[in-house]
């Protein structure tokens, strides 16, 4: 089977969609398929990741907020969408894949039918406008006039008083909507993904796939130092706001690690705590030496997080994780098997201390989150279930 898969982000410079993306590649690939990818990126090139060939189409840049709708979800689209029907044609696609909101947008405009048309929702982009189903510092069900004025107005202080945008993007929400449903097959990443796309699509038409984690490229845990993890952006929906807290309840001898970058970056260094350890942007390599080398994960996030990579990493890494209960993260997480869902910071805290100092308890978290990552997220695991999807009955039941 040949499968293009077309995207907004993809490695090496890309953050968790773009991975999941080329997970999936390598895994499709190491099953006798051969996989395109396609993607905007910063410039226009042609290269090999790891015995995939991959198509970078420049994305358009320097673009204001105000322009920044238009700018995406029509004429980038428009141009992607181009792309992509020469390059199935010329690779002869049996299925066309798209990976978030701009593909999924690009392959309607795809001139003729041919072959079948597969999005991934890794976020919430057909509902929100800003993808995040979360405003005014808790979830939220969804965009409405007032609420979506206040939310991006929080997001781009510049279109704050900008209310003639407001039936621009109601509109943009729509056009997303029926790009979704033009495709033959939907995928969400998760069980409560899915269940927000419930009142869009025909049940028959969505499936819960979930991403993949290779076990094996993460590697086995070096000898764990005493203290907590945190990775990903440093933004109010992060619950980054929370990390200086929880730092301060954890005992003597115990640091936060902090990888990430963000609006809240500044707020936390001036806590001038010695315990909260600010390393900023960290590389992906870098990050996977962290988890195998820490005791525990934290993720504050209060957004209703779709299905984070994060987690799926560190359960990889044999690394247990606490989180709230927010979004796919009770896919996540098996509470008491591979980490903990909690209901506060300071909850956090406490669990996460007592797993970094009770060897027991973290040893069985250890083997726990590994064994979740293997029976959920491997690509043994996870790719039967999206050739059942693409129609690939045979492999899929094998």
């Not at 996977?288 to 990579?309: F, Y």
Request: a positive charge.
């Amino acid at each position: 089977m040949r499968v293009l898969l077309v995207t907004e982000s993809y490695p090496p410079s890309a953050g968790g969609s773009g991975w999941s993306a080329h997970q999936l590649a390598k895994a499709l690939v190491g099953r006798g398929h051969s996989v395109l990818v396609a993607y905007l990126g910063r410039r226009h090139a042609t290269y090999n990741l790891e015995g995939i060939p991959v198509w970078e189409l420049k994305r358009i840049e320097g673009v204001p907020p105000g322009a920044r709708l238009v700018a995406q979800e029509i004429l980038e689209a428009v141009r992607l969408g181009r792309t992509v029907a020469t390059l199935r044609e010329d690779f002869g696609a049996d299925v066309v894949h798209a990976q978030h909101r701009i593909s999924t947008l690009a392959l309607g405009y795809l001139g003729d039918r041919s072959g079948m048309l597969v999005a991934t929702v890794r976020d919430y982009w057909p509902l929100c406008d800003t993808g995040q189903l979360y405003a005014d510092g808790r979830p939220c069900d969804g965009c409405t006039g007032v609420r979506i004025g206040r939310c991006i107005g929080q997001r781009y202080p510049v279109l704050r008083y900008a209310l003639p945008i407001l039936p621009v993007m109601a509109s943009a929400r729509r056009r997303r909507q029926e790009a979704l449903r033009r495709m033959d097959a939907v995928i969400a990443v998760s069980r409560f993904v899915a269940a927000k796309l419930g009142a869009l699509l025909p049940t028959a038409r969505l499936s819960v796939v979930h991403n993949i984690v290779d076990v094996a490229e993460v590697g086995p845990a070096i000898e764990r130092l005493p203290h907590a993890l945190f990775v990903g952006k440093l933004e109010p929906n992060k619950g980054a706001h929370l990390l200086a807290q929880i730092a301060r309840s954890l005992p003597r001898g115990m640091d936060l690690i902090v990888a990430g970058d963000g609006r809240l970056l500044q707020t936390l260094a001036r806590q001038g705590m010695d315990n909260l350890r600010l390393l900023g942007w960290t590389p992906k390599e870098h990050v996977t030496e962290l988890m195998r080398r820490c005791s525990v994960l934290v993720l504050p996030s209060l957004w209703p997080e779709p299905l984070s990579r994060t987690l799926l990493e560190a359960s990889a890494a044999g690394l247990p994780s606490v989180a709230f209960p927010v979004g796919g993260n009770p896919e996540a997480i098996v509470d008491d098997l591979s980490g903990y869902l909690v209901g506060s910071a300071d909850e956090m805290a406490e669990r996460a201390a007592r797993i970094a100092v009770d060897h027991g308890l973290r040893r069985r978290l250890s083997e726990g989150a590994v064994q979740l990552a293997r029976s959920r997220f491997s690509d043994e695991a996870v790719l039967p279930n999206l050739l059942r999807v693409y129609g690939h009955t045979s492999e899929a039941s094998a």
